[in-house]
């Protein structure tokens, strides 16, 4: 059974930072990305790798404040979340899929986790 579990989400005030983890189990992703949605918005990009070669690529919403990267022994996805806006509040959802190149289009995912709740204060 090919589980993807998200941790790390939590409360935390403007400028501050939180660590996101997805962990992965039942099967290996070529890539694998993460991606938010706020109350009443559409599901949106925020970061992808390429889980062998390491590639990433990132929305301009969180560029520059984000880092994506992965855990070969421990099979876990991770996002470096820093100087979190307001705006960055939503609930965050890793996922994967078998393609090697670097998707930013949900569709593009076949493997969802249940999410993970961001929410930042002002």
């Known amino acids: 059974q090919v589980q993807l579990v998200e941790s790390g989400g939590g409360l935390v005030q403007a400028g501050g930072s939180l660590r996101l983890s997805c962990v992965v189990s039942g099967r290996a992703f070529s890539t694998m990305g993460w991606f938010r949605q706020a109350p009443g918005k559409e599901r949106e990009f925020v970061a992808t790798?390429?889980?062998?070669?390491?590639?990433?690529a990132y929305a301009d919403s969180v560029k520059g404040r984000s880092t994506i990267s992965r855990d070969y022994a421990k099979n876990t996805l991770y996002l470096q979340m820093n100087s979190l806006k307001p705006e960055d509040t939503a609930v965050y959802s890793c996922?994967?899929?078998?393609?090697?190149?670097?998707?930013?289009?949900?569709?593009?995912?076949?493997?969802w986790g249940q999410g993970t709740q961001v929410t930042v204060s002002s």
């Open positions: 790798i390429s889980w062998l070669g390491g590639s990433t």
């Open positions: 996922a994967g899929r078998s393609g090697g190149y670097l998707a930013t289009r949900a569709t593009d995912y076949g493997y």
